[in-house]
């Protein structure tokens, strides 16, 4: 049986990167969020989504945005990324951000991605908004992690097999037919 508890748990055991999507309203007024629920969606038109949570102060602003900036976060960015988490707080104070195209982007980050508006859908307690993909920055540096409830780091030395367990299993198949018509056990 499932509670809401161990949902959290397991969601919490799939690494995510860590994004700050911001906005500017009618008014010219900055608005930003923190947000790990982001994806590719697809490459050709370049697509990308994120869930913001209804109950976030920013919920309405960013989906009636018709343009807005994702912000890939790097670690040393994870006490912006805390402030951004909050309501309330002055998300864009010192933290070094400048407007393009009418949305904040963030020149230190990883990666940013300003988006225009594409589709919004109804999610339960979130919202899914899609956006495609105007411009991007890509920076190098490795990012911020959310994992576990808690940001963390990657390793900066790749995971590697040991020696010998790569070459084994180079030329067999991932997985073994299970019946005549040729289909494979997943």
């Not at 070094?96 to 963030?106: A, C, D, I, N, Y």
């Not at 979130?126 to 959310?146: K, R, T």
Request: proline residues 8%; hydrophobic residues 40%; glycine residues 8%.
């Amino acid at each position: 049986m499932m509670d809401a508890d161990s949902f959290r748990r397991a969601l919490g055991s799939f690494p995510s990167g860590v994004t700050i999507v911001t906005t500017s309203d009618a008014d010219g007024e900055a608005w930003g969020i923190t947000v790990s629920a982001f994806c590719s969606v697809s490459l050709s038109p370049p697509l990308v989504l994120f869930c913001p949570a209804v109950s976030a102060r920013s919920h309405e602003v960013l989906r009636r945005a018709e343009r807005y900036a994702i912000n890939v976060l790097r670690p040393e960015h994870r006490t912006l990324a805390l402030r951004c988490a909050k309501a309330g707080a002055d998300k864009f104070a010192r933290a070094g951000f400048r407007t393009e195209g009418g949305v904040p982007v963030l020149p230190s980050a990883l990666a940013s991605l300003v988006c225009r508006a594409s589709a919004r859908y109804d999610a339960g307690d979130h919202s899914i908004l899609v956006g495609e993909v105007e411009s991007v920055q890509v920076n190098d540096g490795p990012p911020l992690v959310y994992f576990d409830r808690e940001f963390r780091e990657l390793s900066p030395a790749p995971l590697l097999a040991p020696p010998g367990l790569v070459d084994r299993y180079r030329d067999r198949p991932l997985c073994e037919a299970d019946g005549a018509d040729g289909s494979h056990a997943a």
